[in-house]
């Protein structure tokens, strides 16, 4: 089967002017100035005439990336109704998503500020509720980065040992491990500045345009300020397979996914996990909203025989529909679910709890666990019904995202 994914990139990753030839589709600039609006930034001239040092001030960059990526999204599928979606799943779109998306996407993924793109594009977020969050997010992250002078550097290459070894020496984080041989290193300025003057052998250094030690202790402060607002934030299920940057999961769950969000802030970019859960869903295909080009690089090197597609201007998007069209697989979805699907979280062996055919399970049970070598993730109901249908057995190997039991939901979860 066919299957194909959308990507989001995360800070970094923008460009001056890279939104310029998207400004002149119809509709974009209308949806730029509204998005403006919401934000109090001027995302038009931010994309277009803004230098490199104005955009890399976490502030701008992420509003922009995230508005850029849903400006792309708004055009590329231009046809209907957004039609996300996994069998089973309630769609989970709100009013106010994207009204010009046809096509369906099996899996919808980010790196680090990119997932609240993915969360918009799933339903999961209206596009005012992500940007709404993305500016506190980027607010709140420049605040905690302007307390110490830290930074980000990119350790290309050599033993992966070696370098985690190095960075624990030189107290170090490695915020995204994002492939084999490619580990993100955040930190103060001493700390980078010795890791340049002492490199781990056999690897390249390449310091990063972001303005802060993204995703370790030193954002704990704009955890903190998230976690108050995420607790107001409205959501919705997603309507399509969305992955986790934490540990790659597929998560069903909209609220969980917020609070994964609000986590991530301070915690590690595992992508290298986010593209092990692609291969296991059997993706053979994936575009990269702009500002595109670093993830589906790495697509390449780890899962070579899927086909890539960097959506950097409006002159890429006539074969992105030919993708799209060659690797899309159609699913219908009721606004009210006969049903809720159970996924499997992770790829690996099912075990189940004592949980019986016919019983009431309330909002939160566990009904079994995914186990891996390394690791074992609970598999939560996390709305009341009856269990109806078992589809898998306990021991049966699964894989990310594997629908294992059908509930029929009480009343009143919906």
């Known amino acids: 089967m066919l299957v194909l994914a959308l990507l989001a990139p995360g800070q970094g990753a923008q460009v001056p002017g890279f939104l310029a030839p998207w400004l002149n589709l119809p509709g974009v600039t209308d ?38 990526g849903l400006a792309a999204a708004s055009v590329l599928f231009p046809d209907g109704q957004p039609q996300f979606g996994i069998p089973g799943q309630p769609a989970g779109r709100l009013s106010n998503t994207f009204d010009d998306v046809a096509s ?17 594009l799933a339903g999961v977020l209206s596009p005012e509720s ?21 930074g980000m550097t990119a350790i290309l290459g050599g033993d992966a040992e070696a370098v985690l070894a190095k960075l624990a020496e030189l107290g170090l984080t490695a915020a995204n491990v994002n492939a084999v041989g490619q580990v993100v290193a955040a930190g103060t300025a001493e700390q980078l500045a010795a890791l340049a003057a ?67 802030v301070a915690a590690p970019v595992r992508w290298d ?6 291969g296991d869903l ?28 960097a959506l950097k201007t409006p002159d ?13 697989h159609d699913i219908e979805f009721t606004a009210t679910p006969a049903w809720r699907l159970l996924v499997a ?30 690791e074992a993730q609970n598999v939560v109901a996390q709305h009341s019904g009856t269990l109806v249908e078992w589809m898998v057995e306990d021991g049966d190997p699964v894989s990310p995202g594997q629908p294992l039991a059908r509930l029929h939901p009480d009343a009143v979860s919906e």
Do not use: Y
């Open 130 to 150: 992500a940007l709404v969050l993305v500016r506190e997010r980027g607010r709140a992250m420049a605040s905690a980065a302007a307390a110490t002078p830290t």
């Open 316 to 328: 890429d998007l006539d074969a992105a529909r030919e993708l799209i069209e060659k690797h899309r």
């Open 31 to 68: 949806a730029v100035t509204w998005w403006s609006a919401v934000l109090d930034l001027d995302l038009a001239k931010l994309g277009t005439t803004a230098d490199a040092d104005e955009i890399k001030d976490t502030a701008i960059a992420q509003p922009l990336l995230v508005g850029a």
């Open 273 to 278: 996990k986010c593209m092990k859960t692609l």
């Open 198 to 264: 002492d490199p781990p052998a056999g690897t390249r250094l390449r310091p990063l345009a972001v303005a802060g030690a993204f995703h370790t202790a030193h954002m704990a402060p704009a955890v903190e300020r998230l976690r108050q607002l995420a607790a107001g934030l409205p959501t919705s299920e997603p309507g399509t397979r969305l992955l986790s940057n934490a540990d790659g999961s597929v998560i069903q769950h909209g609220p969980e996914f917020v609070g994964r969000l609000v986590e991530q």
């Open 282 to 309: 059997g993706v053979t295909a994936v575009i990269e909203l702009p500002p595109a080009g670093t993830l589906v690089g790495l697509i390449k090197r780890a899962l070579p025989d899927v086909e890539t597609l």
């Open 104 to 120: 369906n996407v099996a899996a919808v993924a980010g790196h680090s500020v990119g997932e609240i793109t993915a969360a918009a």
């Open 345 to 374: 979280p992770l790829g690996g062996t099912f075990e189940a709890t004592d949980t019986q055919l016919g019983d009431t399970l309330a909002a939160g049970a566990v009904i079994g666990r995914v186990l891996t070598k390394r």
